[in-house]
């Protein structure tokens, strides 16, 4: 039998020739600089396991909190997120060991894995094979999307299961053998990795299956049942564990939900589909309006699906999130690539020249060669210079009091480091030999440290020591508006004291 080869390279070259260009693209430099605060802790949550098996919120040094204790269950076992991703993280340490680069291997992995997935869910609705690289290509030079698949967190693993959940649930509508029980398998896995993620995704099933067609519905009830089977054991284990105690003043606050709401919407307006790129969608569609209507027509159970999601997802985060952090739109960058995608696509079915010209507009949006020159030079933030003078002097009895920063300190070092976020007793800082106060307050939290330590400690009594580098905020978050894609060279210098023989 003669192959087809067109079908053997669409189905096997082309997820190939994603994968390899996915890669000189996410791997490159991962240990360019320091795990930052919420990095450093979850590579210390992860490391945990490895000594005892499950993650912990402390070990015989440190408290691993950052919410004044409350992420711990009875014995100190780690409750307030679930627990897949710092296994994951946990067995890359055994394999590769301990290392920035290995702390964001996996991160990185699933962010290539969910360019893939946007791939395949593409081609999974019946489109054409330029409609489904467009869109891999667009979530693979997406620098947001880049920026959080490079942390060592739970970002890019949540991007990519709730893709796998989406293929499978269109694998799902369309009868596909198997379909239910990876439908099963990927949502159960989505819940633990964040359990408001999957949620989301389970009502936005809901709400489609309703709309369109009964049948659909009924058939959606075991899998509904097989989730839940799997997700309640999780939740009654965890329910000493109180988000809603901790968050009640922004938790359905009507203040907050509207301006969480607008800030993220403004931030994917400014990050991710700018207002131009919509004003060139009116244009094709008011050009060419018998091509718009073609392509609703075949694609409106999709479509509807993607925008649902997309919705929900920005209107519960509104309602639930502590803040309005860019990361927890990380399931809603994959959608937002399909749809400027499926736009670009309805452009090139109008005139090639259309179609390039968004492809034009979207990538000059796109802070690419600052993404260039990150994966090719070397960075330095406060945390390298403080890790790198407590290693060279500091002796491994010693105490380190800090406002804000102690979890890489911890991770890199093994110091007994006290302050920070944790909420833990600050008595034991009078016999600190090392104190740091940070120059940007963070939160309330660390504001109250540093009070304390000002209030307690009498600096007459320590030598004060300028390190070389940058006092910024933090060592370098994923958030796009805070993001430094370069060392900052007109920050003042992180200042140490150290106690005075």
Known sequence: MIPDWKKYTINYFVPLLILIV????????????????????????????????????HDDKNSFSQELGAESGTGGVYKWHPWIPFYIHAAFFQLFGQSDFAA??????????????????????????????????????????????????????????????????FLFLKSKKYARLLLVSSTVILFHIQMIYGAIFLATVLIHVTLIGKEYFKRMVVPMVGVLCFVLPWICYTSEISYQSRYSQFLFNPFFIKRFFFDFIVQLEMYVIPLYFIIFLLVIVIWHRKSTYTFLSTTMVYMTFYF????????????????????????????????????????????????????VLFFLHQPMLNYYFELTHDFKGPMEGLVGHLRHHAQP?????????????????????????????????????????????????????????????????????????????YENREDPQEHLYRTATEEDRVIIYERIP
């Open 397 to 473: 009895s010693d105490t380190v009091a800090i406002t804000y920063g102690d979890m890489p300190i911890k991770w890199y070092t093994g110091l007994h480091v006290i302050g920070g976020l944790t909420g833990e007793n600050l008595e034991k800082a009078s016999h600190a030999r090392w104190v740091i106060f940070r120059k940007h307050a963070i939160c309330e939290k660390d504001e109250m440290v540093a009070e304390y330590l000002s209030a307690k400690l009498s600096l007459s009594k320590y030598r004060k020591l300028i390190i070389d580098a940058p006092d910024t905020p």
């Open 308 to 359: 649902l999601y997309a919705a929900m997802l920005v209107c519960i985060l509104s309602l639930t999130a502590p803040n309005s952090f860019f990361r927890y739109l990380a399931p809603v960058l994959p959608l937002c690539a399909i749809a400027v995608a499926e736009i670009i696509e309805l452009g090139f079915q109008v005139h090639p020249v259309v179609g390039s010209i968004g492809l």
């Open 104 to 169: 964001r291997l996996p991160d990185a992995l699933f962010g290539i894995g969910t360019v893939l997935l946007c791939f395949w869910t593409v081609r999974s609705t019946g489109k054409g094979i330029r409609a489904s690289l467009i869109a891999a290509g667009i979530l693979m030079l997406m620098v947001p999307f880049l920026l959080l698949s490079r942390q060592c967190r739970y970002y890019s693993m949540v991007a990519f299961f709730s893709m796998g959940c989406i293929l499978t649930y």
């Open 22 to 57: 996915s890669a000189f693209v996410f791997l490159p430099n991962l240990g360019r600089h320091f795990l930052w605060q919420d990095e450093a802790q979850t590579a210390l949550i992860s490391r945990s396991i490895l000594t005892s098996g499950i993650p912990y919120c």
